[in-house]
């Protein structure tokens, strides 16, 4: 089997170096060169190595500079598509195309007469760049490509009424959403606060769009643009709101509902604008009063009872209610004033989705105090008598209202009891940790009674309390926040549906994908784009916490999502327990707490088995890496090249953790063997030398 790998290995290698002399020696026979490139990206789609191989022999810098330099322009196009897929295939070779010269020749080449096709191969060439690539937003940024990127988005498709069944205005469209997916991914992933300062003049363009041509080629891409450009940006999000961008948001969403009841299409349509909706005023709140002029609660209400859509279309729309009530008196009343409080009720009790559990019980608290005083006295409300006199008259139509208030004040009743329980188990905790750390006691001792420390926190009764208790306090900071930028590894941009060449514009039957920033360039007339990102955080197990301030632009571009702080001082006896019962951990303190816990484990089997004792991480690699001869000369360690999926988890590694070299080591199974500083070595050698050959 081996040898049968190296003989399709060596012969991988003996094509590309052939193809590469073809390019070399063809250089006035287009059509030859033309085929060559096919070839050559065709190879390195099938065989993960061979982008690396190419790279390596030189002919990822030919390929750009006959990219450049070539007089015909399907030998243009045919490089540029291929730099973008060889790019897309591995980081390498990403990173060593991502510089300001290749940047600046692809501004020339959309901003000179270039023929559509040529032009939308430098967009996807800018797009694969960009991906997941700070460096790559950056330059976009600094060489002046997203000012080209933003004229086209304005020019490209003058007007309003597309007919894509004509041949040119359907180019035109295809480099237009192709300018679209670059954009989105300008900004996200890892935000970009200045590309999004930026990208905000688009807003009354867009506007304009989303006001005269309401069909889903134009709704997707502008949505997503949206959502993305003012995720986690206060400024942007006001600036949003300040030139109309919310009211029109609103106007679509109302035409989609009412559409919704004849076309599915519609409903599913209307969930994308209700994720932007969402977006807009997860971070504010106070904006949820522009909603209320269009009664958009109501419209949510009536969505939300679309049989067609699935659960995590529904949790969207609960979501976006939760945000629309959660500082807002109208929006409040309105859901009363549509039965929404018993939907909500019926969802807590009746479905056995997790996510729309919590949901719902987020709409039922923002409306605790409203449902309180109608439940009360309907006339100490601080409505006027004809608000008052619809109360009494929904009062009467619905024989179950007072039924369902019971139910809901039993449950705010219940959530306030296990608030107040989760507190004083907090205080009591806190004073034992105290103890805990004042200690001073031996290591074998520590790790015992952390293991016990483990098994009690671990108890099935105590767990049950302590997310009850949070739920309130939490949810909103992990569950409930609609974030259309979170930790960076949440995306890794697959850009195959981005292929120019293949010309797709798909609609998804799933619409899974919610606002990612998985751009595509989106082209066949048949199909539409799939450019959601979910604005949703799925994966807490408490809800209602108000977030703490997340730090931005902090070197390495670490994930910042939630830790409490701790008000009295750490030190190495106290931070592994303040760790172990956090319940409010990053994804680097997880990824700390899991790696501790395995070498714990591992250590006391080493105890049970052997009898030894293990200090540190550094004496077992040395105890099972590093043998000596009986004269007691140590042996030389045998050199392993790094592999493509050890270069992954180096990246990966460094995305989540910045420089913790231990950590990275502890949390990803490199092989046996490596250590920190062979991590830090191979990682400075990829970034300060583009051209070094991978190992």
């Not at 009412?258 to 977006?279: F, G, I, R």
């Not at 591992?602 to 293990?614: H, Q, V």
Request: glycine share 4%; charged share 25%.
């Amino acid at each position: 089997m081996e040898s049968e790998d190296t003989k399709k290995t060596q012969e991988m290698k003996t094509d590309l170096n052939l193809l590469l002399e073809c390019l070399k020696y063809q250089m006035d026979n287009a059509v030859s060169q033309k085929e060559a490139l096919v070839t050559i990206h065709s190879i390195c789609q099938q065989n993960s190595n061979a982008s690396v191989y190419f790279r390596e022999i030189g002919g990822l810098m030919f390929v750009k500079n006959l990219a450049k330099s070539s007089e015909h322009s399907m030998v243009k196009e045919a490089a540029l598509y291929t730099l973008g897929a060889i790019a897309e295939k591995n980081v390498y070779c990403q990173q060593t195309l991502c510089t300001s010269e290749l940047f600046e020749d692809l501004t020339w080449f959309l901003s000179n007469d270039s023929n559509i096709n040529l032009k939308r191969m430098s967009v996807y060439v800018i797009l694969v760049l960009v991906s997941n690539n700070r460096t790559g937003q950056t330059l976009v940024r600094e060489t002046g490509c997203i000012t080209v990127l933003s004229r086209l988005f304005r020019t490209v498709i003058s007007k309003h009424e597309l007919d894509l069944s004509d041949k040119n205005v359907f180019q035109s469209y295809q480099l237009w959403s192709s300018v679209c997916s670059t954009l989105c991914v300008c900004v996200n992933n890892p935000q970009n606060d200045e590309n999004q300062m930026f990208c905000c003049s688009l807003f009354p363009h867009a506007n304009e769009w989303l006001k005269n041509c309401m069909t889903p080629e134009i709704i997707r891409p502008i949505c997503s643009f949206i959502g993305l450009t003012l995720a986690n940006n206060t400024y942007v999000q006001k600036y949003f709101v300040s030139v109309g961008g919310l009211d029109v948001l609103s106007q679509v969403l109302m035409q989609l509902e009412s559409d919704s009841h004849e076309t599915l299409s519609s409903a599913k349509l209307a969930v994308v604008v209700t994720k932007t909706v969402d977006a807009c005023i997860a971070d504010n709140p106070t904006f949820g009063i522009v909603l209320s002029k269009y009664h958009i609660v109501s419209k949510l209400l009536a969505l939300l009872l679309h049989e067609s859509l699935d659960s995590g279309e529904k949790f969207s729309i609960m979501l976006t209610l939760g945000h629309c009530t959660e500082d807002c008196e109208e929006n409040q009343y309105d859901l009363f004033k549509n039965n929404g409080l018993p939907l909500m009720i019926q969802a807590l009790t009746e479905s056995q989705n997790e996510e729309l559990n919590k949901a719902a019980t987020f709409v039922l608290h923002n409306c605790k105090k409203i449902t309180e005083k109608l439940s009360l006295s309907l006339g100490e409300c601080p409505f006027d008598e004809n608000e008052t006199q619809q109360l009494k008259d929904i009062n009467v139509k619905e024989n179950n209202l007072e039924e369902h208030w019971r139910k809901a004040k039993e449950i705010l009743h219940r959530i306030e009891q296990l608030e107040r329980e989760g507190n004083k188990e907090e205080i009591q905790r806190e004073t034992y940790q105290d103890n805990i750390s004042s200690m001073n006691i031996s290591i074998q001792n520590t790790w015992k009674r952390l293991h016990a420390d483990q098994i009690g926190r671990g108890s099935k009764a105590e767990d049950e309390d302590k997310s009850h208790s949070r739920q309130f306090q939490s949810y909103k900071s992990h569950g409930v926040m609609s974030k259309a930028c979170t930790n960076d590894d949440q995306m890794k941009t697959p850009l195959k549906s981005a292929n120019p060449v293949h010309a797709c514009y798909r609609e998804s039957e799933q619409n899974k994908t919610l606002y990612k920033a998985k751009s595509s360039c989106n082209q066949n007339l048949h199909e539409e784009t799939t450019f959601e990102k979910n604005f949703v955080s799925q994966s807490s197990d408490h809800v209602f916490k108000h977030p703490v301030h997340i730090a931005k632009n902090i070197k390495q571009q670490l994930p910042v999502t939630g830790c409490i702080a701790v008000e009295k001082s750490l030190n190495s006896r106290n931070f592994s327990k303040l760790l172990h019962s956090c319940p409010y951990q990053c994804d680097r303190h997880k990824v700390i707490v899991e790696a501790e816990d395995r070498y714990k484990s591992e250590l006391r089997k080493s105890l049970i088995c052997n009898k030894k004792i293990l200090l540190t991480p550094r004496r077992r690699q040395q105890l099972s890496n590093e043998s000596t001869t009986p004269g007691g000369i140590k042996k030389r360690r045998i050199r392993k090249n790094f592999t493509e999926a050890e270069v992954n988890y180096l990246f990966n590694g460094v995305k989540k953790m910045g420089n913790h070299w231990n950590s990275i080591l502890w949390s990803f199974p490199f092989q046996q063997g490596r250590k920190a500083v062979d991590l830090a070595h191979k990682y400075h050698k990829l970034t300060k030398r583009p051209t070094f050959a991978a190992s």
